[in-house]
């Protein structure tokens, strides 16, 4: 693989770029804390092991030439979203009520069942985007070197992606993380919460209105 370090440096770009990834462990690591964000950032690295492997067997490829599979996977992720975001925008006044250290509290260490909830989020926020099955379909490929094993370069390539998005969104939960006492405070709490739902509710509009 001649272009494995421009494929890295497009990896990097592709886990830094915000978007649903980016809202939802940044919701979950200022509620639950680093352990809540770490758990969405594992999640999401789960779901882009099953874009790797779907690119690698070829299911993206039946996924992009068939229209109905990709309208269902692609409203179901849509009212996911949604979903997540009328929540997120609802709880911004329950966050008004408690103080910040309460917050601080009661959230710093979440039950195990709530870090599976998060890690859950973090799967099908990932695997319900048939659009990341497309981007997938499109972007290893071209790093492809011919005459070598294609089937091992994908593997690679694509697990490379899975390290380098899983990273950095570790690194974001650990970095929120430390400035959460700040953040927590209930006033910024109502106005983030509330900006986090609208943008998780326009990204699942976004989503539905989506093309192949």
Same mark, same amino acid.
């Given at each position: 693989?001649?272009?494995? &370090?421009? #494929? #890295?440096?497009?990896?990097?770009?592709?886990? =830094?770029? /915000?978007?649903?990834?980016? !809202?939802?462990?940044?919701?979950?690591?200022?509620?639950? @804390?680093?352990? @809540?964000?770490?758990?969405? %950032?594992? @999640?999401? *690295?789960? @779901?882009?092991? &099953?874009?790797?492997?779907?690119?690698?067997?070829?299911?993206?490829? +039946?996924?992009?030439?068939?229209?109905?599979?990709?309208?269902? +996977?692609?409203?179901?992720?849509? +009212?996911?979203?949604?979903?997540?975001?009328?929540?997120?925008?609802?709880?911004?006044?329950?966050?008004?009520?408690?103080?910040? !250290?309460?917050?601080?509290?009661?959230?710093?260490? /979440?039950?195990?069942?709530?870090?599976?909830?998060?890690? *859950?989020?973090?799967?099908?926020?990932?695997?319900?985007? /048939?659009?990341?099955?497309?981007?997938?379909?499109?972007?290893? /490929?071209?790093?492809?070197?011919?005459?070598?094993?294609?089937?091992?370069?994908?593997?690679?390539?694509?697990?490379?992606?899975?390290?380098?998005?899983?990273?950095?969104?570790?690194?974001?939960?650990? %970095?929120?993380?430390? =400035? $959460?006492?700040?953040?927590?405070?209930?006033? &910024?709490?109502?106005?983030?919460? $509330?900006?986090?739902?609208?943008?998780?509710?326009?990204?699942?509009?976004?989503?539905?209105?989506? $093309? $192949?």
């Amino acid at each position: 693989m001649e272009n494995y &370090f421009y #494929f #890295f440096m497009t990896a990097l770009a592709m886990a =830094i770029l /915000p978007g649903a990834d980016f !809202a939802v462990v940044t919701k979950n690591t200022l509620t639950a @804390g680093k352990i @809540g964000g770490q758990a969405t %950032a594992l @999640g999401i *690295g789960s @779901g882009l092991i &099953f874009h790797t492997t779907a690119v690698v067997l070829g299911l993206s490829a +039946i996924i992009a030439q068939s229209a109905a599979l990709f309208d269902v +996977i692609k409203y179901v992720g849509a +009212i996911y979203l949604f979903y997540i975001g009328i929540t997120t925008f609802l709880k911004a006044n329950q966050s008004n009520q408690i103080a910040g !250290a309460d917050v601080m509290k009661t959230t710093s260490l /979440p039950a195990s069942k709530n870090n599976k909830e998060y890690f *859950g989020q973090g799967v099908l926020t990932n695997v319900l985007n /048939p659009k990341a099955s497309i981007f997938y379909l499109t972007l290893l /490929p071209q790093f492809v070197t011919p005459g070598q094993n294609p089937f091992v370069q994908l593997m690679i390539l694509g697990f490379t992606a899975v390290f380098v998005v899983t990273c950095w969104f570790l690194f974001l939960a650990y %970095a929120f993380d430390h =400035i $959460r006492s700040w953040l927590n405070r209930p006033a &910024f709490q109502v106005i983030f919460q $509330r900006i986090t739902g609208i943008m998780l509710i326009t990204l699942g509009i976004k989503l539905a209105l989506a $093309r $192949r």
